[in-house]
């Protein structure tokens, strides 16, 4: 992929990032890397070994002698730490509610950081969390900041949630979403926010192909010659 480029995807819960990010890098031919999969995979290693995942050292010192995996494959992407396949695990309810925790220690976040820079040192990336565009790839190309209603969030988590057999109602997801969007936009340690050369989509009332094709259409722009 020699003209390829460096999208970075940014936005809050459930904003439907990750199922954009996989159609557009798939329609591309661009490689997808899913970070909130890593702050989830190392929640999940925290939880299993009973650490506090408010403990920034333990965390740190946990992410240092785990490895964890993104593996693309035709059915989507496979999440594996150290060698056992997380991916459905890593969704779980216990999961979500403490990712934020994990999220917010700053010494995980540079680990972090560092290693998503190591994943996107090839041609052709497409990134999505919440500090791509502002601290992991402050270069990329093109930096899309997407976000929808939490109402039209929840609602589309419910979906997803009836697809995996979770049952949360939609005031529940309506409320973990809000948690989320708080815990995530007011920590310390890289908060989200759009950065300032991000294209802003509201993606409400678009379907997931009218969005992807309006970042294909950014990226083709911005494609090295
Ligand atoms: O996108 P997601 O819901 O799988 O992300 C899980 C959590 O990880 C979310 O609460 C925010 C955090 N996260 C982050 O802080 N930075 C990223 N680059 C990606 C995710």
């Given at each position: 992929m020699e003209n390829g480029i460096q999208i970075a995807i940014d936005g809050p819960a459930a904003a439907g990032k990750s199922t954009i990010a996989k159609i557009t890098a798939s329609k591309l031919g661009y490689t997808y890397i899913d970070t909130g999969a890593m702050y989830r995979a190392l929640t999940y290693k925290a939880l299993k070994e009973h650490i506090?995942?408010?403990?920034d050292d333990a965390l740190s010192s946990l992410l240092d002698r785990i490895v964890i995996e993104l593996l693309p494959t035709e059915e989507g992407q496979i999440v594996r730490v150290d060698g056992e396949d997380v991916t459905e695990e890593i969704r779980s309810q216990e999961v979500t509610s403490n990712v934020s925790a994990t999220a917010a220690q700053p010494r995980v976040r540079e680990m972090m950081v560092e290693k998503q820079r190591l994943l996107a040192n090839t041609k052709g990336v497409v990134m999505d969390g919440r500090?791509?565009?502002?601290?992991?790839?402050?270069?990329?190309?093109l930096k899309i900041f997407m976000t929808a209603s939490v109402e039209e969030r929840a609602a589309r988590r419910f979906v997803e949630n009836t697809k995996r057999g979770i049952n949360r109602s939609m005031e529940e997801l309506c409320q973990d979403i809000a948690n989320r969007d708080k815990a995530d936009t007011e920590r310390?340690?890289?908060?989200?926010k759009q950065a300032s050369d991000a294209i802003f989509i509201d993606?409400?009332?678009?379907s997931i192909e009218q969005v992807a094709d309006a970042i294909i259409h950014h990226a083709e722009k911005r494609k090295r010659p």
């Open positions: 506090d995942v408010y403990d500090d791509i565009g502002t601290a992991v790839l402050p270069n990329a190309e310390i340690a890289s908060p989200l993606t409400t009332s678009m």
